[in-house]
């Protein structure tokens, strides 16, 4: 995603500041709060974003328990990510060449 935010940009400055919001959503997610102990509206967006699949991934497989469901979850937030990144990237890199 972040290549592809490159590209898009008109300026360096742009394309460093194009990808600060996918460098806050682990704080947004249930990384340092559980997300049954957050606010309502914050709990619903920390349930739906993609790190925190991740994070109760990693949870689980470093504390002994681990579990398919976020597993898989995770893995699908990833490759799905990776497509649109690389997809995106690839339509606008040949836009410029």
């Known amino acids: 995603m972040t290549v592809a935010f490159g590209l898009a940009a008109k300026s360096a400055e742009?394309?460093?500041?194009a990808?600060?919001?996918?460098?806050?959503?682990p704080f947004l997610s249930s990384a340092f709060v559980p997300a049954d102990k957050?606010?309502?509206?914050?709990?619903?967006?920390a349930e739906y974003q993609p790190f925190t699949p991740i994070t109760e991934t990693l949870r689980g497989l470093l504390s002994g328990t681990p579990s398919a469901g976020p597993a898989i979850t995770a893995i699908a937030w990833c490759a799905g990510l990776a497509l649109i990144g690389?997809?995106?990237a690839r339509a606008t890199f040949t836009k410029r060449a």
Request: hydrophobic share 60%; no cysteine.
């Open 14 to 17: 742009s394309a460093g500041l």
């Open 19 to 25: 990808a600060v919001p996918l460098m806050l959503l």
């Open 38 to 45: 957050m606010g309502p509206g914050a709990r619903q967006f």
């Open 86 to 88: 690389y997809l995106w």
